[in-house]
């Protein structure tokens, strides 16, 4: 598979990410657990973006220095694209980590770790399926028409499912874990399981991080055969991706008060993975410009974002 990464750029990456993420905990854990206040949130989510942005700089200076501005230019919309996107759809991510930790009245103090394990664990899962996509699209093409029509299955059911919330009392993994587990009613402090009378118990803690997990395996199915469509690189779809998702923590309880305002974003989503889809179906007769990719997705967030604030959740029902 052809990729501009080379050791220097994959070093590089690793050290930035893994710089961000110890930042990011020890600063988490100053003061010990605690609820995340608004401004807290805003500041590290605008932190998140200028540091994607920054990396992207660096990235573009790079290759123009290295292979030249062409090359430069079309990498770095690329991966401009590309966060855009991931960035939109881990916002439909957030929203159901709101239901999960609502459902289970999680702690405001237990949050935090919460996001962080479910953020190291979507790290993980969406590099090891974007390798396996990256490998399997150099060997089969048609791969791409078969997730061209699988995100455009899924922008019409994200359509027609946008404004239901989800009933997790039929969630499978839920329902399994009540089955075969058993499960505490209340919390014992960060821990996921106790020993009462010598047998194991798992508090609700360890089933909110299970079904974050599962959250996390499904929207990464959804989310990695967008961004292919965009660029079949491995180095800017995972750095993309993976920036994408440093800023998860932080968007949660930017959001966390602000998810009604929103309420029209699931059918933005909806009409970008319809986009999408349609662009990779279409993709070996008619090639379109990443930079017009860029522009049709952020108009579309834009209008839907706009028409969001504009017509409040009681009005839109009227």
Request: aromatic content about 12%; overall charge positive.
């Amino acid at each position: 598979m052809q990729s501009i990464g080379n050791p220097w750029l994959w070093g590089g990456f690793a050290v930035v990410v893994t710089l961000a993420l110890l930042a990011d905990l020890v600063l988490m854990r100053h003061g010990g657990a605690h609820k995340v206040t608004f401004k807290e949130a805003l500041w590290w989510s605008a932190g998140w973006v200028g540091l994607a942005l920054l990396f992207n700089a660096g990235l573009w200076w790079y290759l123009a220095e290295t292979a030249g501005p062409v090359l430069a230019q079309r990498v770095g919309l690329e991966f401009l694209t590309g966060y855009l996107v991931e960035k939109s759809l881990a916002v439909d991510n957030i929203f159901v980590f709101l239901m999960v930790m609502s459902y289970f009245a999680v702690p405001e103090e237990q949050r935090q770790r919460v996001l962080v394990i479910g953020v190291l664990g979507a790290i993980v899962l969406r590099a090891l399926m974007i390798f396996a996509g990256a490998a399997l699209l150099a060997k089969f093409h048609w791969l791409l028409y078969v997730f061209g029509a699988f995100l455009l299955l899924t922008g019409v059911k994200m359509w027609f499912a946008a404004g239901k919330e989800p009933d997790l009392e039929q969630n499978p993994a839920l329902r399994w874990m009540r089955r075969h587990l058993r499960l505490t009613g209340e919390y014992h402090g960060q821990a996921l399981s106790v020993r009462r009378d010598g047998r194991r118990w798992f508090t609700p803690l360890f089933a909110v991080l299970v079904l974050i997990g599962v959250t996390d395996v499904i929207f990464a199915v959804d989310s990695i055969p967008a961004i292919f469509a965009i660029t079949a690189d491995p180095f800017v779809v995972l750095t993309s991706n993976v920036f994408a998702v440093l800023g998860l923590r932080a968007m949660f309880f930017l959001l966390a008060g602000m998810a009604d305002r929103f309420h029209l974003l699931p059918f933005g989503l909806a009409v970008v993975l319809g986009f999408i889809g349609l662009k990779m179906l279409a993709i070996d007769l008619v090639k379109v410009p990443v930079v017009a990719s860029l522009g049709v997705v952020f108009a579309i967030l834009a209008v839907t974002i706009w028409l969001s604030l504009r017509r409040p959740p009681a009005a839109a029902g009227r």
